[in-house]
């Protein structure tokens, strides 16, 4: 029979697990724009039932990403905006409004300005915003979208409508899928407070690789004591056992 220090030393091994995954996950998107780093989070939580040994179990919580803004990077590419601020973009995917950090855009065949995954970026409105063939894409620092159409390359640039720059809202964002987050449920989403847009670069990934790295070869480590003594524990269980079958 397992030992209250063998529950206990299975505990510790789920809490440094969680960790590993979580800096593993990070350090593989550290190139990923707009990527914000997730964080593992545990909490003892007592065992429950009549035979339930002594000490708390690990449970890994979801605790949200970290909301600090990825340094400037200049592209030169047109379709490219970068966050300042505590600004998001507002995208409507199939599951609802998300918010992203990616400032990687595309126009879809429809005319539609999306993400980098065929989402429509939302207006002020909380509608997409339509463009027609351009000669030249221009996107202000407040959001505004202008452009030259192709119909007329000499003539004057026309607005098409405003990218809705939102606030970090209160509560845990949810991760979805890539650089995507679902904003808390019930939350009404606001306009950020000194949220900017800039035209030719992208936002980098918030991960600081070195710190993870070195912190994924100490729970590396820890991992591996760990798991040596539980091995040692099990040994001398089993030992005890041996004797007491004696008699």
Not at 32 to 48: I, K, L, R, S
Not at 147 to 154: D, L, T, W
Not at 216 to 223: E, G
């Amino acid at each position: 029979m397992a030992g209250p220090s063998l529950y206990t030393s299975m505990a510790g091994l789920q809490a440094i697990n969680a960790q590993m995954q979580a800096l593993s996950a990070n350090l593989a998107n550290q190139q990923t724009p707009g990527y914000a780093a997730v964080q593992a989070v545990t909490e003892a939580a007592n065992y429950q039932g009549g035979n339930a040994p002594t000490g708390a179990d690990a449970v890994v919580l979801t605790p949200g990403p970290s909301l600090t803004q990825g340094s400037l990077q200049h592209t030169g590419d047109p379709m490219n905006v970068a966050l300042g601020g505590n600004a998001w973009l507002e995208v409507q995917t199939g599951s609802g409004p998300a918010l992203t950090r990616n400032g990687s855009l595309s126009i879809s065949n429809a005319g539609i300005l999306t993400d980098s995954a065929g989402n429509p970026v939302l207006g002020v409105g909380g509608q997409p915003i339509s463009l027609p063939n351009l000669a030249k894409l221009e996107i202000g620092t407040d959001g505004t979208v202008s452009g030259v159409p192709a119909s007329s390359p000499g003539g004057p640039a026309q607005v098409y409508g405003q990218i809705n720059l939102v606030g970090t809202p209160a509560g845990t964002l949810t991760p979805l899928s890539g650089t995507l987050y679902s904003p808390p449920a019930g939350v009404t989403l606001s306009t950020a407070t000194n949220g900017s847009l800039h035209q030719g670069y992208l936002n980098g990934s918030n991960v600081n690789s070195i710190q993870s790295m070195m912190q994924l070869i100490a729970d590396s480590r820890s991992y591996q004591t760990q798991t040596d003594l539980m091995k040692s524990q099990g040994n001398s269980a089993a030992d005890l056992n041996a004797l007491l079958a004696q008699g």
